[in-house]
């Protein structure tokens, strides 16, 4: 065999021996471009309107070889994608695909089973039944109630103030709907993340009962503020249903009050969803593990392993510490998904609304026991430690500004400030200083803005991620501050 012979026959998959040579291929590229992934552009400079061109073909009917799929892929997919697994990827929140959860993800795909019933796919299920446990330790949560891997945290956070509604009783929402029953308010602050906006339109809450509560400069709920919120809808004939607190909010590292928070909501019998989606697995590091709140108070949590562990796209993990709190929510059998049940077994189909379920706890499985706790902690370590060194090089510059000095997370806002600006003359500065970081492709970082202003995000936690990584970009920013400052 040879690999010009046609990728597919007319009937049938590629041989396993055409599989072996073809992975070999795709293997080769790999471990050229993570061997060369420092040196490659982060981001592409082509315009949207060129890439959408360069795939602009008609269907293909007739097969193709694989490696001239392969080759295309490598000479005009991968350069025009923005590469977050990059150490110097810097935008959003950094993460990684490590190696044992990129050949996990080969064999999740070959494998291709649906781990929606215990006897579709029984030891898929036991390995996200143990992943779970393992999830739960690691945040220090109980184990005890109902968890499942979702896609990402927005779809948690909406599955579990589902679970909120579904608690709350008082009126049949499973067979009547909203209709009739109470005005639902749900609290958050100002910084808690878009999706539980998204929540309160699928669930029929609406946005106008989306409580949002200002912050200070900190970023955090005030729970004060919180508490005079409830009591005025108590007052006003709503019903209070949950309050959504951040521990790691997306623009700055913020943590909300946890513990506050969470005598409220027992004050007042609401549900406690926190949000770790980026903040909960940073515990594993003993740099930030003293900053952070008990997340066990929390009746939900939602944390990526996504963003934080090591783990490609897609695994966020939905905890709840209520026995049946999702399934008594989403569990609905027809007679075509009606099997047998017997001790240990577990139909993750009942803990969302998914039916049809990727095998997600495999690249977990692979990768936690690839490296082990301490492994992974000393890692999510080191990278604390990089920012630390990015925050210690803009502490000791002048103009440079910390935003979010006490984040624990590493997570750098930066904003250059020089004397005699006014705050929009400030923000279009930064604003010059960031688009030109990004425009030179060989460092990606994002932005947001705050009270101060327009400040530059800089998400330091990929695994490939070294100190001249770090300090590669503190040039790039100070070098942008200076060109940029030349036109004031």
Not at 26 to 55: G, M, N
Not at 189 to 195: A, G, K, L, N, R
Not at 353 to 374: D, E, H, T
Not at 455 to 474: C, F, K, P, Q
Request: aromatic share 6%.
């Amino acid at each position: 065999m040879t690999t010009t012979e046609p990728a597919v026959s007319a009937v049938g998959d590629w041989t396993p021996e055409q599989l072996e040579e073809y992975g070999r291929l795709l293997l080769t590229r790999l471990r050229e471009h993570f061997e060369t992934l420092r040196s490659q552009p982060v981001t592409t400079d082509r315009p949207a309107k060129e890439i959408r061109e360069l795939f602009d073909e008609p269907l293909p009917e007739q097969p193709q070889d694989f490696t001239e799929i392969l080759d295309r892929t490598w000479d005009e997919v991968r350069p025009h994608l923005t590469l977050w697994n990059h150490p110097r990827f810097h935008a959003y929140f950094a993460n990684s695909s490590s190696g044992p959860a990129i050949l996990a993800e080969a064999a999740t795909a070959a494998l291709n089973v649906n781990v929606m019933l215990w006897d579709a796919a029984p030891a898929a299920a036991a390995v996200e039944s143990t992943v779970l446990r393992w999830l739960c330790e690691m945040l220090a949560y109980p184990g005890d109630g109902d968890a499942v891997l979702v896609d990402g945290a927005s779809l948690a956070t909406l599955y579990a103030l589902a679970a909120a509604r579904e608690r709350l009783g008082g009126f049949d929402v499973r067979r009547t709907g909203m209709a009739g029953g109470p005005t639902l308010r749900v609290y958050a602050s100002d910084q808690t993340h878009s999706s539980l906006d998204k929540a309160a339109i699928t669930l029929g809450i609406g946005l106008d009962h989306v409580v949002r509560i200002p912050t200070g400069r900190e970023g955090a709920l005030d729970p004060v503020e919180l508490a005079a919120r409830v009591r005025q809808d108590l007052r006003a004939g709503h019903r209070p249903l949950a309050v959504v607190a951040n521990v790691g909010t997306t623009s700055t590292g913020g943590i909300d009050p946890v513990p506050a928070i969470a005598e409220i909501c027992d004050r007042h019998a609401l549900w406690l969803h926190v949000d770790a989606a980026y903040g909960g697995f940073w515990r594993l590091a003993d740099r930030i593990r003293p900053h952070l709140p008990d997340l066990s108070l929390a009746d939900s949590l939602v944390a990526n392993p996504h963003k934080v562990l090591l783990c490609p796209m897609e695994a966020s993990a939905l905890l709840t510490r209520h026995r049946d709190a999702l399934t008594n929510t989403f569990r609905l059998v027809p007679e075509y998904l009606t099997t047998r049940h017997e001790d240990g077994s577990v139909d993750f189909m009942n803990y969302s609304l998914q039916l049809g379920r990727q095998f997600r706890a495999l690249k977990l499985w692979w990768l936690i026991k690839s490296f082990g706790v301490r492994g992974i902690a000393g890692r999510l370590d080191a990278a604390a430690g990089l920012a630390g060194r990015l925050r210690a090089a803009a502490g000791n510059t002048p103009h440079w500004q910390i935003t979010n000095p006490r984040t624990p997370f590493p997570l750098v806002c930066l904003r250059y400030a020089p004397e005699g600006l006014s705050p929009q003359e400030t923000d279009d500065l930064n604003r010059r200083i960031h688009h030109r970081v990004n425009a030179g492709r060989r460092s990606y970082v994002s932005h947001t803005v705050v009270d101060a202003g327009y400040v530059i995000r800089v998400s330091i936690g990929n695994i490939h991620t070294l100190a001249e990584d770090v300090d590669a970009l503190w040039a790039e920013l100070t070098a942008a501050a200076a060109e940029e400052g030349k036109s004031l």
